[in-house]
């Protein structure tokens, strides 16, 4: 059996919902919607280390006296 949903609908969570029950979902998706893969392990460690943040000593009103 198949459920079939419209734009409207969490698809992903129809399926997980309805995952004990012999049925397919096919749900339409959004025409706005991005689809993105995580960025492979190797490329986001590649090259040299970022430089060291400036750190901002924080002040309190004694110190300034």
Known sequence: MWVIADAGYDGP???FLL???PVRVLARMRSDR???RP???AA???GTPAPPRWRVR???PR???
Do not use: E, N, Y
Request: hydrophobic content about 50%.
């Open 13 to 15: 969570r129809l399926a």
């Open 19 to 21: 995952s004990d029950l």
């Open 34 to 36: 991005v689809l993105r």
């Open 39 to 41: 960025a492979a392990l």
């Open 44 to 46: 986001r460690h590649q």
């Open 58 to 60: 924080v002040r309190r």
């Open 63 to 65: 110190d300034l006296g």
